[in-house]
């Protein structure tokens, strides 16, 4: 990998306290973003990155448009390349930054995926079709604390039995930038993550007692991002609705039912975690349909 690009990644790391997802991200487009550079010969040599020009970063985005990349993704490409062109300023490497006056592209902001309070029902009671197996005593518990607290996939992967305070019904979530907040846990999350950590995490434990993941893989390993997202998405394809659940589908449908039921926005801005207010506002659209349908079907005048 080229010299700068590391140095950039572990600028990231140290510095900003990104993700693993966001570096390997920024990752696989800088090396992208070189790639196409040195196919043009934009490049002194492989890691000289001295003669790159506004020109080269247009090119590269006219680039990703031909060949029909997702304009979400055409975005965050371009991010990438303008925080590392400013990186390469910075460290002295080049001596104008190409990307100052560059334009991101525009992104069209598509309203999340959301399930009824009714699907979100159906979709945790699922795994206990055939009994308290230990895995379903887990997948269960999982289903409730996604809901229940509106946490990233990735953060709940990450959760520690040191995080949790039944008692309280507290759980402590380490978000994006290592930022910690305190959730809340509903009565019945408390209830069913009880009776995972009774009867089903000690079996999937097995002789792994030094692991303090609470979500555990049947090896008594932690259960990754990935590994969650197959579960979720097994239990929505036996209910149809595969086509309508993403990852973070029940962190949308957390949002949505808060904002609908009458919470503050930044209420839920502080339990999504979201750095910025404007992040949040998307679950407004949603609720502004419920609020019609509840005009529609309320008012005099309406029927």
């Known amino acids: 990998m080229d010299a700068h690009i590391q140095e950039f990644l572990n600028y990231l790391v140290a510095e900003k306290g990104c993700s693993d997802n966001t570096i390997a991200a920024y990752q696989n487009d800088l090396i992208q973003f070189h790639a196409f550079l040195t196919e043009r010969g934009s490049l002194k040599s492989a890691e000289d990155w001295s003669a790159i020009t506004r020109d080269d970063l247009v090119n590269y985005i006219l680039f990703l448009r031909e060949r029909e990349y997702a304009s979400a993704t055409v975005a965050r490409k371009v991010a990438a390349m303008k925080s590392f062109c400013h990186f390469l300023l910075r460290t002295d490497v080049i001596d104008d930054n190409p990307a100052e006056e560059l334009d991101s592209p525009k992104v069209k902001k598509q309203l999340p995926n959301t399930l009824t309070p009714e699907e979100v029902a159906c979709l945790i009671a699922l795994p206990l079709k055939n009994g308290p197996t230990p895995k379903a005593l887990r997948d269960v518990a999982l289903l409730e604390v996604l809901y229940a607290t509106g946490m990233r996939v990735s953060e ?36 069913v993550v009880r009776v995972y950590l009774d009867s089903g995490r000690p079996v999937l434990l097995g002789h792994n007692v030094q692991e303090r993941t609470l979500f555990l893989n049947p090896r008594g390993e932690r259960l990754t991002r990935q590994g969650l997202w197959l579960i979720i998405k097994g239990y929505a394809r036996e209910l149809g609705l595969e086509d309508r659940v993403t990852p973070h589908t029940l962190r949308h449908s957390f949002a949505t039912h808060m904002l609908n039921g009458g919470a503050g926005l930044r209420e839920v801005q502080l339990l999504l975690g979201h750095a910025n207010i404007s992040t949040t506002q998307v679950y407004t659209h949603i609720s502004r349909d419920h609020l019609r349908e509840v005009y529609d079907g309320s008012h005099p005048r309406a029927h």
Request: proline residues 6%.
């Open 156 to 191: 709940v992967a990450q959760v520690k039995l040191d995080d949790l305070d039944l008692e309280a019904g507290k759980l402590r979530c380490v978000g994006k930038g290592n930022k910690e907040r305190v959730m809340p846990l509903l009565p019945e999350a408390v209830d």
